[in-house]
């Protein structure tokens, strides 16, 4: 608007102008700098993962919405829009995104011009954007749930549609993304599929609506998610309901001919939350469900308020009945632990899991009465071989390529509760559990890292345990274990060179 104060001298028009023009040639050029310069994959610099996550920005929310053709060998046509806040100024940005046609980028509502680098999507608007601005991003594209060469989609084709399992590195293989936990945001889901389906997603309903043959579907969470944690069923599929501890929703998803098989093992689900509360405090989201999936996956998964399992864990009678409930309760402690408090970088992934195959582990000692201590002493002999082939806890190697086990290895599970094991051992049960609970209180909803966890335990023993952690979390070789001075770790393989 122009000054129209009086007194304010209305003179030099031609000078003002031609410092604007100066002005805007100087930002045009370093435009077409920026334009001009090779688009390349960006990161936030993870050790284990180092192009996931996008630097200069922070995702507050994502909408996606999927239309789902019926059959599960065909794309799925998308929309995700992201809403984000700048931290940098920023004349381009990239999103994670690798599997799938982008169609159209926009933003801010106006068409922007895209292109792929790695396992990015490069994105430049019209108009650069200024730090510290509200940005709204939207791509329409397909997601593909076929493998990609030399890696699994983060969907999984079932026998009757699909389900999503992204962790730790997937997620942008089913939607452009921030694809790191770090960046935790809100999320809107929307799937429409053929009326013969039914489609659940993370959080709780927003509506259903009906439209010729086809039916939308639509959840909104509660709560921050990280992208690995996204979840999408949709197949021929019954919904149950019922009611855990303090009124809190169950709902859960199975193939539709199996749910009276499957009851039994439901009906566990709010007594296995209300033991948990009890170890470690209210449970941290909207509702909770178990999502069994007709598919071969080879693992489980603690996808938020809608853990993943595979059918035949319940079904097969391989598995003893105490060791399905354990696991059953491995996938719902990760609702605390990793999922409410996510990890900051993939290094602390032994906090997700460690303390999981703690809380499983726990479990099967108070409800079977099968000892934890002897499932740490066999953990402690094993332990100096899981350190060499996947390194110590808190500094897992690198993962192999395009292996969705990536970096879960027993380092990661039994090995790191071997060492919430040592430090109960160290300093002593009360001080352990208080631990335990403040953690989840204090970092609910966010993100924490190893040396978050490690600050804390010393502030509640009140003494300085820096060598204690040094040692089982970072070290080539086991410490001894305190109280148990006989135990001893086998010696690690020797692998013939070639």
């Known amino acids: ?60 929310s994502y909408d996606l919405s999927f239309i789902y053709p019926g059959g599960n060998d065909k794309p799925l046509q998308a929309v995700t829009t992201i809403h984000a806040r700048t931290t940098a100024p920023l004349e381009r940005l990239n999103l994670d995104f690798a599997h799938g046609t982008v169609e159209s980028v926009e933003v801010d509502g106006r068409p922007a011009a895209f292109t792929g680098a790695g396992d990015d999507l490069v994105v430049t608007p019209g108009t650069p954007l200024t730090e510290d601005s509200w940005t709204r991003i939207t791509v329409r594209h397909t997601s593909d749930p076929r493998a990609v060469a030399g890696r699994d989609s983060g969907w999984v084709r079932t026998t009757d549609g699909l389900v999503m399992a992204n962790q730790a590195d997937a997620a942008h293989l089913v939607f452009p993304c921030s694809d790191h936990p770090s960046d935790k945001a809100m999320f809107t889901i929307r799937i429409t599929a053929p009326n013969s389906y039914t489609a659940v997603a993370n959080g709780i309903p ?18 921050p ?20 501890p303090h009124a809190l929703p169950v709902r859960d998803v199975v193939p539709a001919a199996d749910r009276k098989k499957l009851e039994p093992w439901l009906a566990k689900t709010p007594d296995q939350i209300a033991w948990l509360e009890s170890k470690v405090g209210p449970y941290p989201f909207e509702t909770y469900g178990v999502l069994m999936a007709e598919a071969a996956t080879g693992f489980e998964l603690e996808t938020q308020t809608l853990s993943l399992f595979e059918k035949d864990l319940f079904t097969d009678a391989a598995y003893p009945k105490w060791y399905i409930e354990s696991i059953m309760v491995h996938e719902l402690a990760h609702q605390w632990f990793g999922d409410s408090v996510s990890p900051r970088t993939w290094s602390d992934v032994w906090l997700n899991e460690g303390h999981a195959t703690w809380y499983e582990a726990l479990y099967a000692e108070e409800k079977a009465h099968k000892p934890m201590v002897d499932r740490m002493k066999a953990a402690y002999t094993a332990s100096d071989r899981w350190r060499a082939s996947g390194g110590p806890p808190a500094l897992p190697k690198p993962p192999e390529p395009g292996q969705k086990i990536g970096i879960f290895r027993p380092n990661v599970y039994d090995g790191a509760a071997l060492a919430l094991y040592a430090l109960r051992q160290e300093i002593g049960r009360p001080a352990f559990e208080r631990l335990e609970r403040t953690w989840v209180r204090l970092y609910r909803d966010g993100t924490a890292t190893t040396a978050d966890f490690t600050r804390l335990a010393a502030n509640i023993a009140g003494r300085d345990l820096t060598g204690f952690f040094q040692a089982w979390l970072y070290g080539e070789k086991t410490p001894p274990m305190p109280g148990h001075p006989d135990w001893k770790a086998a010696a690690p393989r020797r692998v013939a060179k070639k």
């Open 1 to 60: 608007m122009p000054d129209r104060r009086p007194g304010v001298p209305s003179a030099r028009p031609a000078a003002r102008r031609r410092r604007a023009a100066a002005l805007l040639a100087s930002a045009v050029s370093a435009c077409l700098l920026a334009a001009s310069a090779p688009a390349v994959p960006l990161g936030v610099g993870d050790r284990l993962y180092p192009y996931l996550g996008n630097p200069g920005y922070d995702v507050a």
């Open 206 to 223: 927003a509506g259903v609506t009906r439209a010729g043959g086809s039916t939308t579907w639509t959840y909104r969470t509660q709560h």
């Open 225 to 244: 998610m990280a992208t690995e944690l996204a979840q999408v069923s949709i197949g021929r599929s019954a919904v149950l309901h019922r009611t855990g």
